[in-house]
């Protein structure tokens, strides 16, 4: 449990917040996450209008690791070394993000929401299960299912055809859905130790090391870019808030949260980034996708909560019934 603190107001009036379970602030982290990740995909299409994909994503994390930095200092802490660190690093950072970053190149915005929110679920219950013998219950995979068929739902009325004419660009972003997933699993067991922020800031140190020499041959290549202000925005949006604060929410969420169990709210992304394409693209939202939104919501809401439905009296009674000895 969060200790419970004390709110003045400005009339002088105090009231005490009651404390919330580790467990919820975990659930809200990392639907944090997921919604700042839910608008990435049209950010990183206009970031890449004016920066190459590696310049991009060594950029990004490099401002998300010099935000992230001071606080891993200020709370005594380190970042973490060693080869999971590096193997996180690897995955959920350089490749990742450079996969993303090239897929998203030729794909529409839509199919990043799509594939990531689509695979992840599946993929990190999986490799949760060969790596760290997670078992998902009956209302998990219910659960699971249900969000994956709301994500076919939603996506169908946009696609228009389009998924053949990138069928290429596809695969890299479901490669890069692969890293993450693999990432969001050994995540758990490194940050189930405790230091999560430690970990992602050590992990993206590993990334950034990965990716200077591929970033600086294409600074060779490409020259130095232009930035407009609108790319530079981007920029600074995509490192600050979906690399540093999205990082550090789901680093959190995954030291008290079961991978499959993170890995199932990442369906959210797709919920998140039709909205954000509403807003920015004034797409407009067709009734099959508010239907299948509204099945991956209740299929996340199925799978990450525990509910026990009160047993009747009648059936109570029958258990307490004395039994023939055979």
Same mark, same amino acid.
């Given at each position: ?81 060693? %080869? ?5 690093? /690897?995955? @959920?950072? =350089?490749? !990742?993000? +450079?996969?993303?970053? $090239? #897929?998203?190149? &030729? ?33 998990r995979l219910t659960g ?22 990138? %069928? ?5 972003? /479901?490669? @890069?859905? =692969?890293? !993450?997933? +693999?990432?969001?699993? $050994? #995540?758990?067991? &490194? ?63 995954l030291s008290h949260l079961?991978? @499959? ?8 992304? $797709? ?56």
């Amino acid at each position: 449990m969060i200790a419970p603190r004390t709110v003045t107001s400005s009339l002088g009036i105090r009231w005490t917040v009651p404390p919330l379970p580790v467990r919820a602030v975990a659930l809200l982290a990392v639907i944090g996450a997921t919604v700042i990740w839910g608008s990435s995909s049209v950010v990183t299409k206009i970031a890449l209008t004016d920066v190459p994909p590696t310049m991009l994503a060594f950029t990004r994390l490099a401002l998300a690791y010099v935000i992230l930095r001071p606080l891993v200092a200020r709370s005594e802490g380190r970042p973490a070394r060693g %080869l999971l660190p590096a193997l996180l690093g /690897l995955t @959920g950072f =350089a490749g !990742f993000v +450079l996969l993303r970053n $090239l #897929g998203l190149g &030729a794909a529409p915005a839509s199919h990043g929401s799509l594939i990531e929110g689509g695979a992840t679920p599946a993929l990190g219950m999986l490799l949760a299960l060969a790596l760290l013998a997670e078992r998902p219950s009956t209302r998990r995979l219910t659960g699971m299912g249900t969000s994956l068929v709301g994500v076919g739902i939603a996506v169908v009325p946009g696609m228009e055809g389009s998924i053949s004419a990138s %069928l290429g660009a596809d695969s890299v972003l /479901l490669a @890069g859905t =692969a890293c !993450f997933a +693999l990432y969001t699993v $050994l #995540g758990r067991r &490194a940050c189930a130790e405790g230091g999560s922020l430690g970990v992602v800031v050590g992990a993206m140190r590993y990334g950034l090391l990965i990716l200077a020499p591929f970033a600086l041959a294409e600074l060779v290549v490409t020259g130095v870019p232009t930035l407009t202000p609108v790319a530079l925005g981007a920029l600074i949006y995509l490192g600050a808030v979906c690399s540093a604060a999205a990082y550090a929410l789901w680093g959190y969420g995954l030291s008290h949260l079961a991978a @499959g169990q993170v890995a199932l709210l990442s369906n959210l992304e $797709l919920v998140c980034g039709i909205v954000v394409a509403a807003g920015l693209a004034g797409e407009s939202f067709a009734p099959l996708q508010i239907g299948g939104a509204a099945l991956v919501l209740a299929g996340i809401w199925y799978g990450t909560t525990s509910v026990t439905l009160p047993r009747p009296m009648f059936w109570r009674r029958v258990h307490m019934l004395p039994t023939a000895a055979g």
